[in-house]
T-cell receptor, first 113, second 114 residues
Framework: QKEVEQNSGPLSVPEGAIASLNCTYS??????FFWYRQYSGKSPELIMF????GDKEDGRFTAQLNKASQYVSLLIRDSQPSDSATYLCAVNPPTSNTGKLIFGQGTTLQVKP | NAGVTQTPKFRILKIGQSMTLQCAQD?????MYWYRQDPGMGLKLIYY???????DKGEVPNGYNVSRSTTEDFPLRLELAAPSQTSVYFCASSFLRDTKETQYFGPGTRLLVL
C-alpha cells in the first residue's frame, strides 16, 4: 500500500463547477497535510495546509481532513481554466521532526471552458 | 529575495558522467531538501539537511551525494550517471518551526541521461 494515494485522473470538470480532489494516507499518526498545485513544467506551489479535523477555507479552496478515515480532500469552487494543473497531496509523517513530506503521485485537473 | 534558485535548468549527460546540481536559498532557511520527480509521478525525497554540516538520506538516495557547508547552499552530486536518473530535480527549503511550515521549491533542473 502506498503511503499517500491519489487518483491520477485526469479529472475533467466544466468551468464554474466544483472540483473535488481526494487523497488517502496510510500512517494514522500523520500530523500535517498539504496541497500543492503544479503547472506543467513548473515547480510545486503551496495552496493550503490543514492539521485539524474538519474544513479549512481559503477563497475558492476548501481543504477537508478526516483523520479517523485517513482522508484529506481539496474542493475548488467556481473552477476556472487557470485551475487546470496537477494537484499534489503531501503528508508530514508522525516520526518526522525534520519537515520531511511524503507526496502522492498527483491528480491532474482539467477545467473546460 | 530570489527565493530558491537552481542551476542548470537543463542538462544532458552521458552514461557514466558526473555532475553537480546547484541549489541556493536566500531566506535564511535552516532546512533544505532534494527531490526527484519522474513523469506522471509525485516527488521522491533524495536527501535533506537540517542545517549546515548535517545531512541525511531520504527515500531514494542511491547514486547521489550531498553536502551542506553553508546555510545558503545545498548541492546535489550525481556520480556515474545512469539512465534511471533521468528526471526533474527540485530543491526546496523551509524554516521549520513546527510541522505546519511549508516548503518553498526552486524552479527545477531537468536532467536527461543518455
Amino acid at each position: 500500500q502506498k503511503e499517500v494515494e491519489q487518483n491520477s485522473g485526469p479529472l475533467s470538470v466544466p468551468e464554474g463547477a466544483i472540483a473535488s480532489l481526494n487523497c488517502t494516507y496510510s500512517d494514522r499518526g500523520s500530523q500535517s497535510f498539504f496541497w500543492y498545485r503544479q503547472y506543467s513544467g513548473k515547480s510545486p506551489e503551496l495552496i493550503m495546509f490543514i492539521y485539524s479535523n474538519g474544513d479549512k477555507e481559503d477563497g475558492r479552496f476548501t481543504a477537508q481532513l478526516n483523520k479517523a478515515s485517513q482522508y484529506v480532500s481539496l474542493l475548488i469552487r467556481d473552477s476556472q481554466p487557470s485551475d487546470s494543473a496537477t494537484y499534489l497531496c503531501a503528508v508530514n509523517p508522525p516520526t518526522s521532526n525534520t519537515g520531511k513530506l511524503i507526496f502522492g503521485q498527483g491528480t491532474t485537473l482539467q477545467v473546460k471552458p | 529575495n530570489a527565493g530558491v534558485t537552481q542551476t542548470p535548468k537543463f542538462r544532458i549527460l552521458k552514461i557514466g558522467q558526473s555532475m553537480t546540481l546547484q541549489c541556493a536559498q536566500d531566506m535564511n532557511h535552516n532546512y533544505m531538501y532534494w527531490y526527484r520527480q519522474d513523469p506522471g509521478m509525485g516527488l521522491k525525497l533524495i536527501y535533506y539537511s537540517v542545517g549546515a554540516g548535517i545531512t541525511d538520506k531520504g527515500e531514494v538516495p542511491n547514486g547521489y551525494n550531498v553536502s551542506r557547508s553553508t546555510t545558503e547552499d545545498f548541492p546535489l552530486r550525481l556520480e556515474l550517471a545512469a539512465p534511471s536518473q533521468t528526471s526533474v530535480y527540485f530543491c526546496a527549503s523551509s524554516f521549520l518551526r513546527d510541522t505546519k511550515e511549508t516548503q518553498y521549491f526552486g524552479p527545477g533542473t531537468r536532467l536527461l541521461v543518455l
